[in-house]
């Protein structure tokens, strides 16, 4: 039973457009969450969290929105750029270890 | 500052074959420990964690086991591998007192012929 999904195994997008991953969640009880990003044959590096008391949490081109009531986060990157391109993965925990989703492949085509 | 090291970065290891994956924290103390797996086409999966000395959680069933003999070392072992363990592999660490961020090692890409 996947408690966090990404049903977007991959996306493309132009470099200079903006680019919205989307991430899914069953457990209510989440509180905290985050995105990592990945290359190929790294470890994952965490890129930006958001707590659930908030429902936006920016940094420079990356900001995140939570939609608590949906149970549904997001991931905006504007503008997009080719160093973008990589694994993302969705995260959260109830004080628990990280649940991760599957990630969402994005490509940044310049 | 903080560092987790991992080792092999690579290993190619027949199926009935043993196992052991070493990482290693710096720079810091009581770090909870990580193992994760990620499998082709799937996600990442916590294999197992520990908040402490000889304290190892399992959360899935399967032939590996971990062990934590000292404060900042972390080990994952087999037996005999399956043909199913193959897999990028990554050690991870947290701040004691929070699972919420973790700080991930390279990775291990473990191939099981």
């Known amino acids: 039973d996947q408690q966090v999904k990404q049903n977007s195994p991959s996306l493309s997008v132009q470099e200079g457009r903006i680019s919205i991953l989307n991430c899914d969640y069953t457990n209510s009880m989440f509180d905290y969450f985050l995105w990592y990003k990945k290359y190929p044959a790294e470890g994952p590096t965490f890129l930006i969290s958001i707590s659930s008391i908030k429902d936006k949490n920016e940094d420079g081109r990356f900001t995140v929105f939570l939609n608590k009531s949906a149970k549904h986060l997001s991931l905006h990157i504007v503008p997009s750029q080719p160093g973008d391109s990589a694994v993302y993965f969705c995260a959260a925990s109830e004080n628990t270890p990280l649940v991760f989703g599957k990630g969402t492949r994005l490509s940044v085509i310049a | 500052s903080q560092t987790i090291h991992q080792w092999p970065a690579t290993l190619v290891q027949p199926v009935g074959s043993p196992l052991s994956l070493e990482c290693t924290v710096e720079?810091?103390?009581?770090?909870?420990l990580y193992w994760y797996r990620q499998a082709a086409g799937r996600g990442l999966q916590l294999l197992f964690y520990?908040?402490?000395?000889?304290?190892i959680s399992s959360e899935v069933p399967q032939n590996l086991s971990a062990s934590r003999p000292q404060d900042r070392q972390f080990i994952l072992s087999s037996k005999k591998l399956l043909l199913s363990d193959s897999g990028f592999y990554l050690c991870?660490?947290?701040?004691?007192?929070?699972?919420?961020?973790?700080?991930f090692g390279s990775g291990t890409q473990l191939s099981v012929l």
């Open positions: 520990s908040v402490g000395i000889g304290q």
């Open positions: 720079g810091t103390s009581n770090p909870n």
């Open positions: 991870a660490w947290s701040p004691i007192g929070t699972e919420e961020k973790l700080f």
